[in-house]
Structure formats: structure tokens, C-alpha cells
């Protein structure tokens, strides 16, 4: 074990935050209880920030230690905000009483500015607010999975396969975005 990681190792001990180690067997995410030049011992984490778990991991298998980096940080935030990260989903309202296609969604997402994750024919499957929608295309104000502004994006509506109105990462984005906004 390298000097550099044994400081990070440390560090991450001392501050009680979060690592993410990354073995040739997966990306295991917790808190370090303990440490030596062979091992290295976590209370492990869901990517949710759900406690699981004690887990040894032998640190000659360790190819990469993440510490305080943006996605670390995301889980951090997911741990100490579950009332509104895993609270009831919201719906819209009045939906139930509606013939609902994807078009009517887009609609009503932009009407109420809801924060939704588009589900598309191709990759990319953007979170962001609907700003317009037309017969045959909409534009979406785009975020990163982190909260971060990531531009405007024009998608044709029949590319979108499904609008995730309310789940953990609409819902954790929309609390990123909140206490910004509250900070400024």
C-alpha cells in the first residue's frame, strides 16, 4: 500500500465520509473502520447511502480509491436526505382522469415545471425541465445526474419512450437544485 492511498484512507477514517473503492470484482462504496498495509475494512453503503454491511477488502485488489469526488458526494447527500430522495413519489395531478400519452406528459411536466428524466430511443436519457413542446419536438432545460446546469437540449417527442415523472434521481436533483437556490 502506497503512501498517497494511505493518506486517503486516513483521511476519509478521520472525517468519517465516504470512499468508493474499485476492485477487480466491482465499486464498493462506505466508511472506513479500519486500515493496514494488507487490509482494508468498510462499513459499506448502497448507492442509495443505505447502510449494508461490514466488508474486508485485501488492498491489493484496490485499482482506484474515490474520495469527495462529485459522485461520492451525490451518495453522501442521498444518506443524509432519505425523507425526500426515497419519500413518496409524486404524481401528476389530475392524471388519473386523462388519456395519457407521452405528449400529454411533456405538457403537463412543462405546465407544473416538474423535473423528469426522459427515457429515449437512443442513450441519452436526459433529466431537465420541459420548456416547450410542440407537435413534434420538445426543449428541455437539461441537468446532470448531480444537479448541474447542463444546457438545453432539443429531442424529437417521438424519440421519448418514457417521462420518469418522480423517482430517487428526479427527486434528488430537484433538492440539489432547492438548496442551491436557498444558498444564493
Known amino acids: 500500500m502506497g503512501a498517497l492511498l494511505t493518506d486517503l484512507l486516513q483521511r476519509a477514517q478521520r472525517s468519517r465520509r465516504v470512499v468508493a473503492l474499485q476492485t477487480g470484482g466491482g465499486l464498493f462504496l462506505g466508511y472506513v473502520l479500519s486500515h493496514n498495509p494488507d487490509l482494508?475494512?468498510?462499513?459499506?453503503?448502497?448507492?442509495?447511502?443505505?447502510?449494508?454491511?461490514?466488508?474486508?477488502?485485501?488492498?491489493?485488489?484496490?485499482?482506484?480509491?474515490h474520495f469527495d469526488d462529485q459522485y461520492v458526494r451525490l451518495i453522501e447527500f442521498k444518506e443524509h436526505n432519505p425523507e425526500v430522495v426515497f419519500?413518496?413519489?409524486?404524481a401528476p395531478d389530475g392524471m388519473e382522469n386523462q388519456y395519457l400519452s407521452v405528449p400529454v406528459l411533456l405538457q403537463r411536466a412543462q405546465?407544473?415545471?416538474q423535473l423528469v428524466q426522459l427515457v429515449t430511443t437512443t442513450d441519452n436519457d436526459p433529466y431537465g425541465y420541459v420548456v416547450r413542446v410542440t407537435e413534434d419536438e420538445l426543449l428541455l432545460e437539461a441537468y446532470t445526474q448531480f444537479g448541474q446546469p447542463d444546457g438545453h437540449s432539443v429531442l424529437q417527442?417521438?424519440?421519448?419512450?418514457?417521462?420518469?415523472?418522480?423517482?430517487?434521481?428526479?427527486?434528488?436533483?430537484?433538492?440539489?437544485?432547492?438548496?442551491?437556490?436557498?444558498?444564493e
Do not use: F
Open 111 to 113: 405546465e407544473v415545471r
Open 40 to 65: 482494508v475494512v468498510l462499513r459499506t453503503i448502497t448507492r442509495q447511502g443505505m447502510l449494508t454491511g461490514v466488508r474486508s477488502l485485501h488492498l491489493h485488489e484496490v485499482s482506484q480509491v
Open 157 to 183: 417527442v417521438d424519440d421519448v419512450r418514457s417521462v420518469v415523472w418522480s423517482d430517487e434521481d428526479t427527486r434528488t436533483i430537484e433538492l440539489l437544485l432547492k438548496q442551491r437556490a436557498a444558498g
Open 87 to 90: 419519500g413518496l413519489p409524486s
